[in-house]
């Protein structure tokens, strides 16, 4: 299975102020750079917008690494708290 690799990042000045994110996607010798910003938003909010944003951007099924200096978003997939956030927003959606 082909291997995508992602680098994300985020900030904001004051929590909550501006903000924002980037991430790089590299595949193979591909390598496609991604940002974004808000005007009102919060730091773990511009973190975990890098890391969704780029697996948008995805185009086929892959394996993928994300590399992110956030402990919320490595907290997030590590400690598997994706999943209840992930249920909870399908429960709002009905």
């Known amino acids: 299975m082909e291997e995508v690799i992602i680098y994300t990042d985020g900030a904001c000045s004051g ?3 501006p903000g924002g994110w980037g991430s790089i996607l590299m595949y193979q010798e591909n390598k496609k750079e991604i940002s974004g910003g808000k005007k009102d938003t919060t730091n773990n909010v511009m973190e975990l917008t890098a890391v969704i944003e780029a ?4 185009k086929f099924k ?3 690494s994300v ?3 956030s402990a919320y978003v ?4 590590n400690q598997k708290w994706i999943y209840g956030w992930m249920k ?3 429960e709002k959606c009905k």
């Open 15 to 17: 929590n909550p102020g």
């Open 55 to 58: 697996l948008k951007r995805l």
């Open 62 to 64: 892959c394996k993928v």
């Open 67 to 69: 590399y992110s200096d």
């Open 74 to 77: 490595v907290n997030a997939f």
């Open 88 to 90: 909870n927003r399908l």
